[in-house]
């Protein structure tokens, strides 16, 4: 099975890095567990690795609310071809449930290469030991 994003480099990548569920920090994916925050206050806390002025209104919505009930999980897909520049970000819950997802470049290739990398991601949340997903 090859990846089939729809667009050549994030192919590329995936082959090169995979995809993981968990922790995840190399220069195509960056992954955050964020545990259950009491306030806003400490979920900013708990997000300042990813950097909180960088993050798309409707992430950080569904952080403030979301994250004060349960368990999340961060994904942050770059190109770094285009200098890091972001694909998506990805907000999960720690069963794999998509909560929010945050495409950055409004091109409709690269909306349907999010989508594709977010099934990715549910495909790899369902499987049991969470392996990383990889191609080679």
């Not at 999340?72 to 990805?90: A, E, M, N, S, Y």
């Not at 998509?98 to 989508?115: D, F, P, S, T």
Request: glycine share 6%; hydrophobic share 40%; net charge positive.
């Amino acid at each position: 099975m090859f990846p089939n994003s729809g667009i050549k480099a994030i192919d590329q990548l995936i082959k090169k890095h995979g995809v993981h569920y968990g922790d995840a920090d190399n220069a195509f994916q960056r992954t955050l567990y964020l545990p259950p925050c009491e306030s806003v206050m400490s979920t900013r806390a708990a997000i300042l690795p990813f950097g909180l002025h960088r993050f798309p209104p409707s992430i950080w919505l569904k952080l403030t609310t979301e994250c004060q009930q349960r368990p999340t999980v961060l994904h942050q897909f770059r190109l770094p071809q285009l200098d890091g520049k972001r694909i998506c970000w990805v907000l999960m819950d720690t069963h794999g449930q998509v909560l929010e997802l945050a495409v950055c470049i409004n091109k409709i290739h690269y909306v349907k290469a999010a989508k594709y990398l977010t099934s990715l991601l549910i495909y790899h949340a369902d499987s049991p030991q969470h392996v990383e997903l990889a191609y080679g």
